[in-house]
């Protein structure tokens, strides 16, 4: 017969499982939310109008932690800090994108979580070129107040290829 300190034990054990769960699902609501975000700065082929772009980055920016860390790598730079990542995000360095994120492998402990999301992302350059972007991002998340944020978030490009000739000529 089970005592009261195994039951306990069990529903505390049971509570961090489901809050883990709940986690997993939250981060994945968060980083859907950023991907719309980010690819609404877009229509038609052309960056929206400057109010409206505004307005997405400041709500992209919202997503991280007030001291978050926004990595685009060597080639779109760091910022830190909401300020510095809205405004970043208020210069496109494309006119269309569509961020495809697959493959999350989140790790949860208590309010801090990991994740890593393999990236597909078609797109065009501000000269016009199609290209398919893959890669992959790697994040931190922190809980503040019951919601998760991201606390930093690092791409890594694997391939920048023109759509025309596809990454084969890569190889």
Same mark, same amino acid.
């Given at each position: 017969? &089970?005592?009261?300190?195994?039951?306990?034990?069990?529903?505390?054990?049971?509570?961090?499982?489901?809050?883990?769960?709940?986690?997993?699902?939250?981060?994945?609501?968060?980083?859907?939310?950023?991907?719309?975000?980010?690819?609404?700065?877009?229509?038609?082929?052309?960056?929206?109008?400057?109010?409206?772009?505004?307005?997405?980055? +400041?709500?992209? %920016?919202?997503?991280?932690?007030?001291?978050?860390?926004?990595?685009?790598? &060597?080639?779109?730079?760091?910022?830190?800090?909401?300020?510095?990542? %809205?405004?970043?995000?208020?210069? @496109?360095?494309?006119?269309?994108?569509?961020?495809?994120?697959?493959? @999350?492998?989140?790790?949860?402990? #208590?309010?801090?979580?990991?994740?890593?999301?393999?990236?597909?992302? @078609?797109?065009?350059? %501000?000269?016009?070129?199609?290209?398919?972007?893959?890669?992959?991002?790697?994040?931190?998340?922190?809980?503040?107040? #019951?919601?998760?944020?991201?606390?930093?978030? +690092?791409?890594?490009?694997?391939?920048?290829? @023109?759509?025309?000739?596809?990454?084969?000529?890569?190889?």
């Amino acid at each position: 017969m &089970p005592t009261i300190e195994d039951v306990a034990a069990d529903v505390a054990a049971l509570h961090r499982r489901l809050d883990a769960a709940e986690s997993v699902l939250a981060i994945h609501e968060l980083k859907a939310r950023y991907g719309e975000l980010v690819d609404e700065r877009f229509d038609r082929g052309s960056v929206v109008e400057s109010a409206r772009l505004w307005s997405l980055a +400041h709500q992209v %920016a919202a997503l991280f932690t007030e001291d978050g860390t926004w990595d685009g790598g &060597p080639g779109l730079g760091a910022v830190t800090g909401r300020a510095a990542i %809205a405004e970043r995000l208020a210069s @496109p360095t494309l006119t269309f994108a569509r961020h495809l994120f697959v493959k @999350p492998r989140i790790s949860v402990d #208590g309010d801090r979580a990991s994740a890593r999301w393999d990236l597909l992302v @078609p797109c065009t350059t %501000a000269e016009g070129t199609a290209r398919w972007m893959c890669g992959y991002e790697d994040d931190e998340y922190f809980r503040e107040d #019951g919601i998760w944020l991201h606390h930093s978030m +690092h791409l890594t490009t694997v391939f920048f290829a @023109p759509a025309a000739t596809g990454w084969s000529t890569l190889t």
